[in-house]
């Protein structure tokens, strides 16, 4: 198949189905009429001897082939994206982009607040979005144009993935303000280990960070709650004698002085880093040289914000 037979909108009508699942919604996002994108449907099957979706119940599931076909595809619309950006240069105040950022479901609720707010006052008409995503598939998703930049803690990823460190935070132990086991805003390894602990994770199952450096040392601490959100184990711990355990920053716009206390983990754990990646072909592009920059100012922001721990 030559590249130049081909209509390169044909291939913005796939990746916008292949995103939407749907037909109509695709015409609805591309401001087509659904006649002119199953028309042009029609014409990029013909070209590439497949049908790229089955009706699924309700949506257009792809085939091997349109799985196949999507990453390459989404690549390479992000490269003429990119390019035609770089030609017209980059206006925040002008930019209607919808940025997709890669977020760990415990770093949301304190990380994409500051970040949404800087977002809306330096560019009002960009967009932003925060989703969960496989570790497995970041480099993927990267390379297709899918996340926009993810933000975790370091990983083993291709040389075509590039990286930044944003921010290095202590592991912290949050109690009420008047846990009896907190002795001037300190507490130390036994008392720690006597009590009852919360575990706050997006997983289903399996033991935190802390869990795993308490195993190092020969020791291990008795779980008795899990929740899922940052918020939810804060509450959980004004209203019970519970101790969480967790990065500081995870709290850091949640944390209330008058309700809770927090103190240094009384064993031995090392800050936990937190990076932001990219694609290599978006290095030079404006757009998300912008993005990257308001992300890293955003995390400077947001550590200022912290509450003090006790040394």
Partial sequence: MHIYRTD???????????????????????HLTQPSVSHALSRLRDRVGDPLFVRNGQKLA??????????????????????????????????NQHFVIGMRPLMEGAFFPPLMRQITQHAPSAGLSSVQFDRNNLAAELTSGKLSVAIDVFLSLPDTICRQHLSSTPIVVVARRDHPAINAGQIDIDRY???????????????????????????????????????????????????????????????????????????????????????????????????????????????????????
């Fill in 193 to 311: 280990l006597a009590q009852q602990h919360l575990l706050v994770s997006s997983r289903p199952e399996g033991h935190g960070v802390e869990d795993l450096m308490l195993a190092r040392q020969g020791i291990s601490r008795r779980v008795v709650a899990r929740c899922q959100q940052i918020t939810t184990g804060l509450e959980l711990v004004r209203q019970s004698n519970l101790l969480m355990t967790v990065a500081e920053s995870l709290i850091s716009h949640h944390f209330e002085p008058t309700q809770h206390q927090i103190c240094r983990a009384p064993f031995a754990a090392p800050e936990v880093d937190s990076y932001l990646y990219w694609h290599a072909s978006s290095e030079s592009d404006k757009a998300s040289q912008w993005l990257r920059s308001i992300i890293g100012a955003s995390y400077q922001t947001t550590g200022q914000l912290l509450p003090r721990t006790v040394s």
């Fill in 62 to 95: 792809p085939t091997q082939v349109a799985q196949k076909l999507i990453y390459p595809v989404r690549q390479a619309l992000q490269l003429l994206e990119s390019s035609l950006s770089d030609l017209e240069g980059f206006d925040p105040q002008t930019a």
């Fill in 8 to 30: 390169l909108n044909l291939l913005v009508v796939f990746d916008c189905i292949y995103t939407q699942g749907s037909v109509t919604r695709a015409a609805e996002v591309l």
